[in-house]
């Protein structure tokens, strides 16, 4: 599963066969694994917003989030750099933030939620 979910988000190898105890894997598995704490955590998050800002409560730790946002940085870069792409939603993307999808140039009004009238 690990390395289906580094191939089709990130493409990437999470080298979770070879090695069991990879990188990606272990920052994967501390992401989603339950622990009492953990559960505490988005119960608070979710129900009293106002004690999470208080005490700067996050789904995920600081390690893991900048273990993606490197992973994520260093993969844009190699592929602009390179002119790599692959058909993966960091791809997707990639392509929207160069605004190279279908042919359509996006802009912030694609972004925002638009009211519907009854």
Same mark, same amino acid.
């Given at each position: 599963?690990?390395?289906?979910?580094?191939?089709?988000?990130?493409?990437?190898?999470?080298?979770?066969?070879?090695?069991?105890?990879?990188?990606?894997?272990?920052?994967?598995?501390?992401? #989603?694994?339950?622990n009492y704490? =953990?559960?505490?955590? $988005?119960? #608070? $998050?979710?129900?009293?917003?106002w $004690?999470?800002?208080?005490?700067?409560?996050?789904? $995920?730790?600081?390690?893991?989030?900048?273990f993606?946002?490197?992973?994520? =940085?260093?993969?844009?870069?190699?592929?602009?750099?390179?002119?790599?792409?692959?058909?993966?939603?960091?791809?997707?993307? #990639?392509?929207? =933030?160069?605004?190279?999808?279908?042919?359509?140039? #996006?802009?912030?009004?694609?972004?925002?939620?638009? =009211?519907?009238?009854?």
């Amino acid at each position: 599963m690990t390395n289906v979910v580094a191939t089709c988000a990130f493409g990437v190898n999470g080298n979770a066969i070879k090695n069991p105890e990879s990188e990606f894997r272990r920052m994967g598995r501390n992401m #989603i694994e339950p622990n009492y704490w =953990k559960n505490v955590k $988005i119960t #608070i $998050i979710l129900l009293v917003p106002w $004690i999470a800002d208080l005490f700067n409560l996050r789904f $995920i730790t600081r390690t893991v989030e900048d273990f993606f946002r490197r992973l994520v =940085k260093e993969v844009v870069m190699y592929r602009e750099q390179n002119k790599v792409t692959r058909a993966d939603y960091l791809q997707y993307l #990639i392509n929207l =933030k160069n605004k190279e999808l279908d042919g359509d140039s #996006i802009n912030d009004h694609d972004f925002t939620p638009q =009211k519907t009238s009854k």
